[in-house]
């Protein structure tokens, strides 16, 4: 059986591998060398050398200004998905009624579009502030702290989910013996249960990462940069430069050429550093 996978595994992977090639490797080659041109359409780029990373990162293009605001949001974001994700996820694996409807409540706002998501939080926020005759975009702390409610309501269901997987993988011996050992609950959640679900905290944390800095529709809805690209984050700088100053696609294509090595770097690292901390079950 396993010669004939062997004999067979190129006819079977060709598809997918060839697909992959043309919808990601061939068009990110393509905007790597776009990224190191001025062009309007992609059959009239021409060859202007490292001058689009120069504008890129000068002065007056907010790329610096976006990436201190997404690396500040995605560093909260980690830690209060997760936090809360965590905590449900224990609540919830204890034999209570009605764990399956909450379950199901709080995994649905995953299901709902980024765009519709903003606006709707938008229009609540607003309605808040509306007291206090302001909105969320008359002050930056507003709209960063309107980005991670938003975030984590929409989140926090997913990695709940991951978690309840890991935490009913957890062997029961082991709860048993440390609670004959003399164990607390709080120790046996430190020194058990945490250690034995890393590899879910591996996922969760790349998952909330990936996606915290790759934010773009719901900051799009939710604040559009507002108040002077204050609230701006990297994926809708890049959005903007693109499409929304002529003249500036080149640029554009280069502040996303480093907006992929940003994210590239840190979520190797991060899985680097919290999966060595895995243990095997």
Aim: aromatic share 14%.
């Amino acid at each position: 059986m396993q010669k004939t996978l062997k004999k067979y595994f190129l006819v079977f992977t060709a598809p997918t591998l060839i697909a992959f090639a043309f919808a990601f490797i061939v068009p990110f080659i393509e905007g790597i060398y776009l990224s190191f041109c001025k062009f309007t359409t992609v059959k009239n780029a021409e060859w202007v050398g490292l001058n689009n990373y120069k504008v890129a990162f000068s002065s007056g293009q907010g790329f610096w200004e976006a990436l201190g605001f997404t690396s500040l949001f995605t560093l909260v974001s980690i830690v209060s998905i997760n936090l809360l994700a965590f905590g449900l996820a224990l609540m919830l694996t204890r034999k209570l009624r009605g764990t399956n409807i909450f379950r199901t409540v709080f995994f649905l706002p995953n299901l709902i579009g980024g765009i519709v998501l903003g606006y709707t939080w938008q229009q609540m926020i607003n309605a808040v502030l509306y007291k206090y005759e302001t909105t969320i975009v008359a002050d930056a702390k507003f709209g960063f702290w309107g980005l991670v409610i938003l975030m984590n309501w929409q989140m926090i269901g997913y990695m709940m989910i991951i978690y309840i997987a890991g935490l009913q993988n957890v062997p029961t011996e082991l709860i048993e013996a440390a609670k004959i050992d003399g164990a607390t609950a709080w120790q046996t959640l430190i020194k058990v249960k945490l250690p034995m679900v890393m590899s879910s905290v591996t996922i969760c944390v790349f998952l909330t990462l990936s996606n915290s800095f790759k934010l773009f529709d719901q900051n799009k809805a939710l604040t559009d940069g507002a108040p002077r690209g204050k609230t701006e984050m990297l994926a809708l700088n890049i959005y903007e430069t693109f499409y929304g100053r002529a003249g500036y696609m080149g640029v554009g294509q280069a502040k996303a050429v480093v907006f992929f090595i940003v994210v590239a770097v840190i979520a190797l690292l991060q899985l680097k550093l919290t999966g060595s901390k895995e243990v095997e079950q």
